[in-house]
């Protein structure tokens, strides 16, 4: 672990040298392809980024904030487009708009802010303690004796929550650094009442906000000639579809090292097909929206199901999630070390 720290230390320091270079080198190359050139060797760079860490959690975290978020803001950047653009008033703020997911909340309300109300407060204080809960489980060994069908909707709520958790604090903590506020990425997708609301307005905001100026847009325009401005749409959902499946086979491998299966690039081609024919569906004025309670049930049950379909079956087979599981608990012994110490 020591030397993993020290690799993780070093990727970013190194990160911040590269975005330094892009900050005061590459925005001062007029917009287009020229500031693309300059930037090829950060895409490059940040591509390989994951390949010198070996534990699931600095490997996905730098692959997602680097070579996914970083590499993909850096390509609107090129084009004076993206949360970059207009360039940002100082380095410190261009490489936390550039590596993290996180954006100004430019029409803050009370259920969007870090600094929110009562309610919310209480929800995130359930869901530490759901999470608390969890690895308290792990820790005893309980998870062992369970089912499979009931160890993978606990392993699945603890991957939410410890996502939303980590991303959480790292708004938290930017905010209060850059003096801003931030938008928070989830806004409780348990309460989706369609797949469009769940992947585009509730989980993991940031990525499909990149995703739909990169890929959907360009798409969209590139296919409009040709098939027409409403099938051109959808051509933009199943491209940002494919791209994000592509993207998170890439992720598998930084932490499996295998050859990919592509189980994962066919979940979200699935969701893709199908988040298509619900827009499609929505624009049938014959067809009576079903009601809250129901769609919340059924949305829930498609993505639980091909969460356990295609999703985690690389991470089961390869043994990720035991892997995960012990990272956690090894963490938990070192905060509990130092606490019987500084106690002593």
Request: proline share 5%; aromatic share 16%.
């Amino acid at each position: 672990m020591e030397q993993e720290l020290r690799n993780l230390i070093k990727i970013w320091i190194s990160a911040f040298i590269s975005i330094s270079y892009c900050y005061y080198i590459s925005s001062r190359i007029s917009k287009g392809f020229l500031r693309l050139i300059s930037l090829f060797p950060i895409f490059i760079i940040f591509l390989l980024f994951p390949l010198f860490l070996s534990s699931v959690h600095s490997c996905v975290i730098s692959a997602f904030f680097l070579s996914w978020l970083a590499n993909f803001k850096l390509l609107l950047f090129a084009f004076d487009q993206g949360p970059l653009s207009p360039l940002p008033s100082n380095l410190s703020r261009f490489f936390c708009f550039a590596c993290f997911p996180i954006k100004t909340n430019q029409k803050p309300s009370s259920n969007q802010i870090y600094n929110k109300p009562n309610k919310s407060k209480w929800v995130l204080a359930s869901k530490i303690m759901i999470f608390s809960f969890i690895l308290n489980l792990y820790s005893n060994n309980y998870h062992n004796t369970l089912p499979r069908l009931a160890f993978l909707a606990i392993f699945t709520i603890h991957v939410y929550l410890e996502t939303e958790l980590i991303l959480v604090s790292v708004g938290v903590v930017l905010s209060t650094l850059l003096g801003c506020e931030i938008e928070p990425v989830f806004n409780e997708p348990y309460l989706s009442t369609s797949l469009q609301d769940f992947w585009s307005r509730r989980w993991n905001r940031m990525v499909p906000s990149i995703l739909r100026q990169t890929v959907h847009i360009p798409v969209q325009l590139l296919t409009s000639r040709l098939i027409g401005l409403d099938w051109a749409f959808y051509a933009g959902v199943l491209a940002t579809f494919l791209v994000s499946g592509l993207m998170h086979e890439l992720i598998y491998f930084y932490f499996l090292r295998k050859s990919p299966t592509w189980e994962v690039t066919c979940f979200f081609v699935l969701h893709g097909v199908v988040t298509s024919a619900e827009i499609a569906a929505k624009k049938m004025w014959w067809l009576l929206p079903p009601h809250p309670a129901v769609s919340r049930l059924a949305v829930a049950a498609f993505v639980t199901t091909t969460v356990g379909w295609l999703f985690y079956p690389q991470v089961l087979r390869n043994g990720v999630d035991k892997r995960l599981i012990s990272e956690c608990l090894f963490v938990i012994d070192g905060v509990k070390f130092q606490v019987a110490r500084l106690l002593m």
